[in-house]
């Protein structure tokens, strides 16, 4: 028996190719998103009864960055040189990756309250491919937030 739409969007996981990135207020369209994370520094500490009571994990709250890895993307509806000028400028910028349903809407997100971008490469060149327009942006993180919508 087919189910509803509703009981699918409540029962079936979201695909992860739907989503949508923004950077400040500039949308950017990439095929892949990779190295968004949430960590933690750690520790573990043994101690004289670490024989019986195993050892301690103690966690950090420490601010360190991360790399994220943004492939073959374009910048939607801003300057064709945003992403250059953001690589020159050096500064930091908050950023978003949403996770939509099927009909387009932000369910989940995760949200860079810094991301400094460090590298910005060009795809090849040439008149038989339809590559787009940026092959890979490296960006540098910190303090990521994984949050409902």
């Known amino acids: 028996m087919a189910q509803s739409t509703d009981n699918q969007r409540t029962s079936y996981p979201l695909a992860a190719y739907n989503f949508r990135v923004k950077v400040g207020e500039a949308s950017m369209s990439f095929t892949e998103v990779s190295g968004l994370a949430a ?5 573990t500490y043994a101690h ?4 019986q009571e195993g050892p301690v994990i103690m966690t950090f709250n420490s601010k360190r960055f991360t790399p994220v ?4 993307g374009t910048v939607l509806g801003a300057d ?6 953001w ?12 996770l939509c349903d099927a009909t387009g809407a932000a369910v989940l997100a995760w949200k860079v309250a810094v991301a400094v971008p ?3 490469k060009a795809p090849a ?21 994984f949050v409902r919508l």
């Open 87 to 98: 690589l020159e400028k050096r500064d930091s910028r908050s950023m978003e990756v949403s």
């Open 48 to 51: 004289g009864l670490s024989f």
């Open 125 to 145: 060149f040439s008149a038989t491919t339809n590559d787009a327009v940026v092959d890979t942006l490296e960006l540098q993180v910190r303090e990521v937030s």
């Open 39 to 43: 960590e933690r520094e750690h520790v």
């Open 118 to 120: 460090v590298g910005l």
């Open 69 to 72: 890895t943004c492939k073959r």
């Open 80 to 85: 064709p040189l945003f992403l250059f000028n």
